[in-house]
């Protein structure tokens, strides 16, 4: 039996995560919604998904019929037929569409990073939530920086209980299919307090590490990939081989060298280029080898996060998880990881 997937909102995050879908064995793509006819719209359909209008307005049907994109009908002809939605729909209309559509028609839902952690039952990620958030209604599968530093803190606590985690997380400004937004030409903290809100989303995943992490961040001009330098205060006295031993044996965790050409973000991407990687992702949390460094009990290390893709195999663990597919988190880890190729 395969469960039926509706994706709201092919974006950035829905149309990977609607590709990520039709590759498992368990699952199936009922559909996906655009508000507007463009070329995603239009690829979509070519792709084989059945398209359907986001905003749920007949007359709206007409703006694809009027570019030849063929519409199957609004979101609220389809819902009802969907065991769970993944919404991708841009920051703060998750929530909207959580009260107006997905909760009045009583179907599971997953929101995205974008919305916020108490406006769902509670917040994802495989490592750590996989067995909270089973059989839930609405998930929320955290953003990609608090993602990447879930998977960091998993490796970590494997080794060495945490006393204290001090986080600096340089954003991309920007997609790369994003031209409305900046800064092209700044270094902009975002947000100017500290701590930012990132370490408190981190808390809705682990609430265990409450009063540990604090986290400061800013923007920069670029599009590829986050950067987030980790400095943590360990319990034990561990050293460097532990921590990347730890790192080999997390999933969906990988070392790059500086020393082989990993100069950089741009050199990862390129990597993703050079394997053929659809899209270039990388869905791993990428970590520079040599920055893993051990300063009496305090932990250091530079992490990339390729801010499209880190999401995308969360969110068919957390479909797996919701709809109690798979009881063992690690099963559905492998068996999304084998169908997406993920190291
Ligand atoms: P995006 O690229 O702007 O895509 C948003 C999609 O939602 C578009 O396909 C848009 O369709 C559609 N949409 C617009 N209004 C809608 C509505 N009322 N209902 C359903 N769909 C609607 O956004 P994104 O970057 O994928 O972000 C989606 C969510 O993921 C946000 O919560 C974001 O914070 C989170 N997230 C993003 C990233 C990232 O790096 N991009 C990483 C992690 C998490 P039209 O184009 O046809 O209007």
């Not at 359907?52 to 063929?70: N, S, T, V």
């Not at 954003?171 to 994003?178: S, Y």
């Not at 943590?232 to 990347?244: A, F, G, M, P, Y």
């Amino acid at each position: 039996m395969t469960v039926k997937v509706l994706i709201n909102g092919y974006g950035s995050i829905g149309k990977r995560v609607a590709d990520a879908v039709s590759k498992q064995k368990d699952m199936e793509v009922l559909g996906v919604t655009k508000t507007k006819p463009d070329f995603e719209a239009k690829l979509a359909v070519e792709k084989g998904y059945k398209l359907y209008c986001a905003i749920p307005d007949k007359e709206r049907l007409k703006l694809f019929e009027e570019k030849g994109i063929p519409v199957e009908g609004t979101i609220l002809d389809v819902i009802e037929e969907a065991d769970i939605v993944v919404d991708g729909a841009p920051k703060k209309v998750g929530k909207k569409n959580l009260e107006e559509i997905y909760k009045p028609y009583k179907v599971k839902a997953i929101l995205q990073g974008g919305e916020k952690a108490k406006d769902v039952e509670d917040n994802f990620n495989a490592l750590w939530s996989y067995n909270r958030c089973f059989g839930k209604d609405y998930i929320r599968v955290v953003s990609c920086n608090t993602t990447g530093l879930c998977r960091a803190f998993y490796f970590i606590n494997n080794v060495s209980e945490i006393k204290k985690a001090r986080i600096v997380l340089v954003r991309r400004a920007a997609d790369p299919n994003d031209d409305k937004t900046g800064p092209v030409n700044a270094i902009k903290p975002n947000p100017v307090t500290v701590p930012s809100h990132h370490g408190p989303d981190v808390i809705s995943v682990i609430p265990e590490f409450e009063g540990k992490v604090l986290t400061s961040a800013l923007i920069v001009p670029t599009t590829l990939m986050h950067q987030h330098t980790l400095m943590v205060e360990l319990e034990k006295s561990v050293n460097v081989d532990d921590i990347l031993d730890s790192i080999e044996k997390t999933p969906r965790v990988i070392t790059v060298s500086y020393e082989d050409g990993f100069t950089s973000t741009a050199q990862i991407i390129e990597y993703g280029r050079d394997l053929g990687r659809e899209r270039y992702d990388i869905p791993e949390l990428v970590i520079w080898k040599e920055s893993v460094n051990i300063v009496e009990n305090e932990l250091f290390l530079m992490q990339a996060v390729h801010q499209e893709s880190i999401v995308v195999p969360e969110n068919i663990d957390c479909i797996r998880a919701m709809l109690q597919l798979e009881e063992d988190n690690f099963k559905s880890i492998e068996k999304t990881n084998k169908a997406l190729g993920i190291k």
